[in-house]
């Protein structure tokens, strides 16, 4: 685990210096899993590759801004996530926002499901929401975004986060009891 870090040390640090090899290196390492990201985003798998691209580009552009406060990989992560939703924004799929009349606050602790249930399962209905459901799920239940975050990535309040998260973790929930899934009350 410590020569692991240090070997991601020595990589970032050579990366500083722009070593070719030790970006191919760290590209090698992190391309599936960046991939996958950019992909649960935009649902194609040639602008998901696209996205890892450019991502990876601006990444090795940008590694001296890295200070190793987070690891690499959540640094990489934050920037193909970015990356996906300037696409998505840019190709009009984006966010739409909510009027601020409609929104409400939620409680975050309000959703149950049978215990025989998934992660896959809940991520194949939260992959069929709304675009902006769905993004506010991924970003929440799979990222591990908070609010706040969510508002700055997506250029909406933080309330309306909020909103979306609950009006999404509802429809995910009723999708969920119609394959049997969740629990009926």
Not at 64 to 75: A, D, I, R
């Amino acid at each position: 685990m410590k020569a692991t870090k240090q070997l991601h040390q020595k990589l970032i640090k050579d990366c500083k210096r722009n070593n070719a090899k030790a970006q191919l290196q760290l590209y090698k390492t992190y391309c599936k899993a960046m991939f996958l990201v950019a992909n649960r985003y935009v649902k194609d798998r040639f602008l998901a590759e696209d996205i890892m691209q450019e991502a990876f580009i601006k990444a090795f552009k940008n590694i001296h801004s890295y200070k190793e406060e987070v690891t690499f990989g959540s640094w990489l992560k934050r920037i193909v996530i970015n990356q996906s939703i300037d696409e998505l924004k840019k190709n009009k799929l984006g966010v739409i926002a909510i009027n601020e009349e409609v929104l409400e606050v939620v409680n975050d602790d309000d959703w149950e499901v049978e215990e025989t249930i998934t992660s896959s399962m809940i991520i194949d209905v939260i992959d069929r929401q709304k675009e902006k459901y769905r993004l506010v799920l991924t970003l929440y239940l799979v990222e591990g975004y908070d609010h706040k975050e969510i508002s700055q990535i997506l250029n909406i309040t933080p309330v309306a986060s909020r909103t979306n998260l609950m009006r999404g973790k509802k429809l995910v929930k009723e999708a969920l009891k119609t394959t049997n899934y969740a629990e009926r009350y």
